[in-house]
């Protein structure tokens, strides 16, 4: 092969959709979880999975080729990277690449980025009919995987975030967004003195409450629900936006914003915890903010200029956790 001819080749390996798309069905059919000790063969699989075994044999084919499978004799094995995709493997790999899950649908928006980059909007809305919390909110199995899988994305970085800065500063925080609960379960925690109060959705706040109550925090953290763009919990010593911003646009981000100064009153702090483009934001998840969500990954300029308009101090700026940076707004 010539070297355009194996250039040509290299850019085909990366476009062609036939590999993502099968291993998102082979997640979404749970099909990792179909092999004994001893294998399988093709009818077994297909019986387990309910899809037919002759267009289910050219799925495993390819996964044969990814190194996902092995083929001996008619008998399809796992290898350790197949693996991975089983449902007790200890990794979020379904939550984001199951179909149906939240992420998974979410990503399949990405055949809408054409639309996206032409118009600077969001795919989602395009592919599906109404934007991802509109969809989340119609649809509570959706909610339910994406709580699950921002949960478990944080499992490494909520201890590290309640760990590398001083929360004891604050006798009150508001987690605004805050989810589930890890992150202010993780700084409750780690912190003793300090208490909390969560804002979210109705059905992911009251989640946060039963957290709450597992981790046996009832006495220091609260869970409400609330929207961001409605007015907040007033006179909170703390207010953290962690992996908030970046879901919005600056029309959306300046009203957050408001909610979270009119709320702080003059002695309050807004902490902005996010993945900081060129402080190791991932290229694919700024891509997806947009795809997604009509969001972005930001540059500090970027936030300087946000956090300016609103007559706010940016005060410092520090690595809080893997790729996760900390900005300390101050109110005067
Ligand atoms: C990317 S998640 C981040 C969750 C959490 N802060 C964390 O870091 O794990 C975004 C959160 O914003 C919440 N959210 C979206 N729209 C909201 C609104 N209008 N008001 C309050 N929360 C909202 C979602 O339900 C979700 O929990």
Known sequence: MGDDQALVQTLRDMAWLATPMALRVAATLRLADQFGDAGATV????????TSAPALTRVLAHLVTLTVLTHTNGVYHLTELGRQLRSDADNELLLELDINSAVGRAELAYVELEHAVRTGEAAYPHRYGRDFWSDLAETPALRESFDAKMTRRFQAIAPQIAQRY???????????????????????????????????????AARAAEEFAAAGLTDRATAVAGSFFEP?????????????????????????????????????????????????AHTAIDLSMLVFFGGRERTLDEFATLIGAHGLQLKSVAEIADNRTLLEVTIS
């Open 43 to 50: 009818t077994e699989l297909a019986e387990r999975t309910s």
């Open 166 to 204: 001083d929360w004891s500063r604050f006798a009150t925080i508001v987690d605004v967004g805050g989810g589930q609960g890890a992150v202010l379960s993780a700084i409750l925690r780690a912190h003793p003195s300090v208490r909390g109060q969560l804002v979210d959705l109705p059905a992911t």
């Open 232 to 280: 907040l919990p007033a006179g909170a010593d703390a207010y953290l936006l962690s992996d908030i911003l970046h879901d919005w646009d600056d029309a959306n981000v300046h009203e957050i914003l408001t909610r979270c100064a009119e709320a702080a009153g003059t002695a309050g702090t807004i902490l902005i915890v996010e993945a900081v483009h060129g402080l190791g």
